[in-house]
């Protein structure tokens, strides 16, 4: 089990840019693939980046592909995710999770996994 900690969040103009971060406590970092996910008050978590524990292969969602890059630093238990050319429909919480020895797909949230409590990203028109 991890603990998980996001941040890097804030308000930003539409084209904007932001990185976010999520920390991981705990041991064996490296052995837990780590997903992105961003929610909405009122509808259900989207899956936006996935990291894979073992190689480092990468997954995005489609909105978000070639705007957004996940990576992760092992020796620092963090994972990141570099947001570019935002816009208003990028607004929502982020969270960061994590699944041990988790694979690429399926993309749904694994609700048995590890939570962070998210970070806010606001992006202004």
């Known amino acids: 089990q991890v603990q998980l900690v996001e941040s890097g969040g804030g308000l930003v103009q539409a084209g904007g840019s932001l990185t976010l971060s999520c920390v991981a406590s705990g041991s064996s970092f490296s052995t837990y693939t780590m997903s992105w996910f961003r929610q909405i008050p009122g509808k259900e978590r989207e899956f936006v980046a996935r990291i894979r524990w073992n190689d480092s292969s990468t997954w995005y969602a489609g909105s978000v592909k070639g705007r957004f890059r996940i990576s992760r630093d092992n020796a620092k238990n963090t994972v990141y995710l570099q947001m570019a050319s935002l816009q208003p429909e990028d607004t929502a919480v982020y969270l960061c999770?994590?699944?041990?020895?988790?694979?690429?797909?399926?993309?749904?949230?694994?609700?048995?996994?590890?939570w962070g409590q998210g970070t806010q990203v606001t992006v202004s028109s």
């Open positions: 999770s994590a699944t041990q020895w988790g694979s690429l797909f399926p993309t749904l949230p694994d609700l048995d996994g590890d």
